[in-house]
Every structure is written in structure tokens, then in C-alpha cells.
């Protein structure tokens, strides 16, 4: 329980505890009082936690993905690599670096004007529902917000790519009877976990806007918002 592997599977349940109360505790809240309503403040602030925790397991995903090429590829130097302490560091410099985006989203969503009360399309304050009740010309904040987006989503998403391809590589290089099983079932889980969580994300922000919806991004919302934090724990029991 002391492995790597353990460490970031407890930093990534904090972080889908935070991602799903982010979103969900507001919404149960207004069913429960039928208050269909939000401030301009608890909006912006809910944005930032979801934006915040969303971003941190994309990374986390991806840190998880080095810890498995390190474990697989390169298994001599995996205790001096995969120390304690380079895990902090790892998962502190994903904290900083998804605060520091969340912070710029939030910072630049405050310059809009919102004229009127508006009905958010959402079940909660997402950054794209919300540049859509501003009367205020949102086409610069956009070519900010939508290509830090898509890096942010993207980069990780690449780099574990890069390490899948290098852990497959490496397995089929196994010549040691059931070698190459073994190897695949330390990482299946969490490529089943990849699998799911990038392509709901995919589904809702890098769909073509000719086949976007609301009611399919609010569906694709409410999968990596509650349900895949609900699976993640019953998927990474399946390790063998």
C-alpha cells in the first residue's frame, strides 16, 4: 500500500470526490429545495473547482501512465524514479499548473457583462453555457479559453498514448511464458479508466459542432462527473 501505484489511486479518489462535489452537491441541493438558482459567485466558484479537479484527472491519468512505462519498461530504475518524493512533486506541479488554468478561466469569464438573469443549459456552471449568457463579445476570451482547453486536455491524453505504445512494445518484446499477460493486467485497469474518462471528455468539448447538442453534453457531463468516479474504484479492484 506503500507502492506508487496506491499513492496516485488515493490522490485520484480525492480528486473524483472533488469533481463529482463540485457539480453535484449544488444540483441535489436544488432538487431537494426546488430552488433552481445560483449566485454570480457560487457560479464562478463551482466553475473553478469543476474546471480545477477536471484538468487534475486528466494529469493524474497521465502521471499513472508514466508510473506503469516506468514499471514495465524500464523496472531497474522504477524504485529510484517513482520515489515518494518524486511523486509529490509530480502531483504538486499538477495541482499548481491546473490552479494556475482554472485561475485564468475564472479571471477572464469575471471581464464579460451579464446584462439579465439567464437559464444556464447545464446542471451546472460550465465554462461554455455560461460565455453563452454574456452580452458581452466573447470572441477574444474564446481564443483563449478554447485552445488552453483543448492543451490541457490534449497534452496529457498524448503523453499517455506515448506510454501505452511504449508498455505494448515493450510486452511484445516478452518471451517468458505468461510474462506478457502479467505485464498487461498491471496496467489494464487503468487503461480501461483512460478509455472511458477521454472519451466522454472527447464527446463533449471536441465534438463538431454539427453534431453537438445540449442534451448530449449534458449526457457526456454527467458521466465523467459522477458516473466514472463512481466506477473508477470498482474498475482498479479488477487488478489482478
Not at 86 to 97: D, E, K, Q, T, Y
Not at 119 to 136: G, M, N, Q, W, Y
Not at 171 to 181: F, N
Request: one cysteine or more; proline letters at 5%.
Amino acid at each position: 500500500f506503500h507502492s506508487p501505484m496506491y499513492f496516485l489511486l488515493a490522490n485520484l479518489s480525492f480528486v473524483d470526490m472533488g469533481l463529482t462535489s463540485s457539480t453535484v452537491t449544488k444540483m441535489l441541493v436544488s432538487v431537494q429545495t426546488q430552488r433552481h438558482t445560483i449566485s454570480y459567485a457560487g457560479c464562478l466558484t463551482q466553475m473553478y473547482f469543476f474546471l480545477m479537479f477536471g484538468d487534475l484527472d486528466s494529469f493524474f491519468l497521465a502521471v499513472m501512465a508514466y508510473d506503469r512505462y516506468m514499471a514495465i519498461c524500464r523496472p531497474l530504475h522504477y524504485s529510484t524514479v517513482m520515489s515518494p518524493q518524486v511523486c509529490a512533486l509530480l502531483l504538486s506541479l499538477c495541482w499548481l499548473l491546473t490552479h494556475a488554468v482554472s485561475l485564468t478561466y475564472i479571471l477572464l469569464v469575471t471581464r464579460l457583462s451579464f446584462c439579465v438573469d439567464g437559464e444556464i443549459a447545464h446542471f451546472f456552471c460550465d465554462i461554455t453555457p455560461v460565455l453563452k449568457l454574456s452580452c458581452s463579445d466573447t470572441y477574444i476570451i474564446k481564443l483563449v479559453i478554447f485552445p488552453l482547453g483543448g492543451t490541457v486536455l490534449v497534452v496529457p491524453f498524448i503523453c499517455i498514448v506515448i506510454s501505452y505504445i511504449s508498455i505494448v512494445l515493450a510486452i511484445l518484446r516478452v518471451r517468458t511464458p505468461g510474462g506478457a499477460a502479467k505485464a498487461f493486467s498491471t496496467c489494464s485497469s487503468h487503461l480501461c479508466v483512460v478509455c472511458v474518462f477521454y472519451g466522454t471528455l472527447f464527446t463533449a468539448y471536441l465534438c463538431p459542432p454539427s453534431v453537438a447538442s445540449e442534451e448530449k453534453d449534458i449526457a457526456a457531463a454527467a458521466v465523467y462527473t459522477v458516473v466514472i468516479p463512481m466506477l473508477n474504484p470498482l474498475i482498479y479492484t479488477l487488478r489482478k
